[in-house]
């Protein structure tokens, strides 16, 4: 079978290379609670090609398969498998377990993966495979990100980087939880957006990011119609100073940040409530920079010139409850999965470059599944 397999440190283009004989995992065993599947499609980490840079290949061992999340169809399973996922021909989004990637090398990117039931979760009849492969990275941390905080009704909440894969599903997430949303996003044409109001969410220009905000207009969905101010960011440059001057009266309950900006946690305390709390999830500034900010935001004391305001990282695995949760969202019409684009398994080199440019607008996927 067709894998994709990590040789060395470095971007992908360099490191990755397509095995055309892989060996096909072996059947589950009678009594297990695996199942085997043939895989659809598998959505790309953004956080990939900054870890194939970072990590080396370790020595002795065998090369690793990248990625963790993937839909595709049972074609085998064992008897005590979970009873949704059990027979062959059911459709399911399912998911890799980080440390089998990380130690043992076994990620999605592939034809055929074995995994524990647990991993899997049914999808209905009519699911679009596509969009679904993307839905549990991105979902399962905006889930984590609104309930650590405890968003709800009437809080209000600045998401940064509500243009990206797991910003646009948190300013949903957000939204049906009834808060007011304030998105940072990146480009665009003010005029445009006045136009589309409805909410009271506006979206600040992070030209860093680079992405360009007419393209998610175009694309239409839940945050082009949650737009109803345009505010430039370059005409309000450093975005801290503004958030000050705009927001001090009326501070945030929540700074939830996608893109790990330390300027943001900084200044907080000069438009978060004093009893509100910075949740990031990025990493924009690099490896160290985000090991070196974590270590000052969480342990740095007030008295010594620590910021007087709580500040949590996490990453977060995905699970087969979050998944559960998500496609009945989807199924429900309450969440929408943005996909960039979608690339053949032969191409899977182009997938990250496309990542790389830092312009993807939804989760980039791989078509590993051949006609």
Wanted: aromatic share 8%; proline share 6%.
């Amino acid at each position: 079978m067709h894998a994709w397999l990590r040789q060395r440190r470095g971007p992908a283009r360099t490191s990755l290379e397509l095995a055309t004989s892989y060996p096909t995992p072996s059947l589950p065993s009678a009594s297990s609670a695996e199942v085997l599947i043939r895989v659809s499609h598998v959505a790309l980490q953004f956080s990939s090609e900054v870890l194939f840079k970072a990590l080396p290949v370790m020595p002795f061992t065998a090369p690793p398969i990248p990625e963790l999340e993937f839909t595709g169809t049972v074609v085998a399973a064992g008897s005590a498998a979970s009873s949704d996922v059990r027979e062959v021909g059911t459709r399911v989004v399912a998911y890799q377990n980080i440390p089998d990637m990380v130690v043992f090398g076994r990620g999605a990117l592939v034809e055929y993966v074995r995994i524990p039931s647990s991993q899997a979760a049914r999808l209905p009849e009519g699911s679009d495979m596509v969009a679904m492969g993307g839905v549990l990275g991105s979902g399962s941390t905006a889930l984590k990100m609104a309930r650590t905080g405890g968003v709800k009704e009437g809080h209000r909440v600045l998401v940064n980087g509500a243009s990206g894969s797991v910003g646009k599903v948190l300013v949903q997430v957000c939204k049906m939880r009834g808060a007011k949303v304030v998105g940072v996003a990146s480009g665009g044409n003010e005029e445009m957006v006045r136009g589309l109001g409805a909410d009271e969410v506006c979206f600040l220009l992070l030209a860093a990011l680079r992405v360009d905000l007419r393209e998610v207009l175009e694309e239409g969905g839940e945050l082009a119609n949650l737009c109803q101010q345009f505010i430039d960011y370059r005409k309000h440059d450093p975005l801290p100073a503004y958030l000050a001057s705009q927001y001090a009266a009326e501070p945030f309950d929540f700074v939830l940040d996608c893109v790990g900006l330390q300027a943001l946690y900084v200044n907080s305390p000069a438009y978060l409530k004093p009893d509100g709390m910075v949740i990031n999830i990025g990493f924009m500034e690099g490896p160290g920079a985000m090991l070196k900010n974590w270590i000052f935001n969480t342990w740095w004391p007030t008295w010594l010139g620590g910021v007087p305001r709580r500040y949590v990282m996490f990453n977060t695995p995905p699970s087969k409850d979050d998944a559960v949760v998500l496609v009945k969202l989807v199924e429900e019409g309450k969440l929408k999965i943005s996909v960039d684009s979608v690339f053949s398994m032969e191409d899977a080199i182009g997938a990250y470059e496309r990542i790389a440019t830092m312009r993807a607008r939804g989760r980039v996927i791989v078509k590993v599944e051949r006609d």
